[in-house]
């Protein structure tokens, strides 16, 4: 069974701070991870992957995450955030085999940046 | 390109009525999925067209819910008898790769008195 834990329901951070959001997974077998934006009112919008190689993933607008099989972790981070990243973010994993290619979400970390 | 389409975005149905929800994706991709969103339960898989076959529908709820794909520039999701908690957001969503990029359209926000 595929389970993604996101740890932090919210996190409120100040405009220019670095800001870290906390994935965990569980799965016996190869993965794709990946992390989501949604804004307020809209679906779901793609920013990064992590399939194989290079552990630490380059995203739109400045974010990055850092896969670890020893923590299970994909944590995503930002060196600056901008008050329009303000929105939910979701981690997700999928089966890297099979013929699914269905997503599972964690619960979703709503990130609020004040100015 | 429009993105993934869904309407309407918006319906109310008294307990009992029927629902429909529409979803165009986006041109060229082979694969359609759809998710339902509460503030509850998170984002949760119902099902997942792959060439306008159903590939997996294991969240499906077994009674009231079925979804269809007739070509490929359109796939629905009936809700028959609904319920009030079957009050959500339903998102669909197109890929066109194997490596599970997800596209979303806006969703139907589904509201049943």
């Known amino acids: 069974t595929q389970t993604v834990s996101q740890s932090d329901a919210h996190v409120t951070v100040f405009e220019g701070d670095s800001v870290e959001l906390r994935c965990n997974y569980s799965?016996?077998?190869?993965?794709?991870l990946s992390w989501y934006i949604q804004h307020h009112g809209h679906g779901l919008q793609f920013l990064l992957k992590?399939?194989?190689?290079?552990?630490v993933v380059q995203g739109v607008n400045g974010f990055e995450a850092e896969f670890s099989k020893s923590d299970s972790s994909f944590h995503l981070r930002k060196a600056s955030v901008h008050w329009s990243d303000s929105a939910v973010y979701f981690c997700?994993?999928?089966?890297?085999?099979?013929?699914?290619?269905?997503?599972?979400f964690g619960l979703g970390t709503t990130l609020q940046v004040q100015p | 390109n429009a993105g993934v389409i869904q309407t309407p975005r918006h319906k109310v149905t008294g307990k009992g009525q029927e629902a429909t929800l529409w979803c165009e994706p986006i041109?060229?991709?082979?694969?359609v999925f759809w998710y339902r969103q509460t503030i509850v339960q998170g984002l949760e898989f119902l099902t997942y067209?792959?060439?306008?076959?159903?590939?997996?529908d294991s969240g499906m709820p077994k009674e009231r819910f079925s979804a269809q794909m007739p070509n490929q520039s359109h796939s629905t999701l009936k809700i028959q008898s609904t319920q009030p908690q079957d009050s959500a957001v339903y998102l669909c969503?197109?890929?066109?790769?194997?490596?599970?990029?997800?596209?979303f359209g806006a969703g139907t926000r589904l509201s049943v008195l």
């Open positions: 969503a197109s890929s066109f790769d194997s490596q599970n990029t997800l596209y």
């Open positions: 799965y016996g077998g190869s993965i794709y």
């Open positions: 992590y399939y194989s190689g290079n552990p």
């Open positions: 997700a994993v999928s089966a890297r085999t099979g013929n699914t290619g269905k997503l599972i």
């Open positions: 041109s060229g991709h082979s694969a």
């Open positions: 067209f792959r060439n306008q076959a159903p590939i997996d």
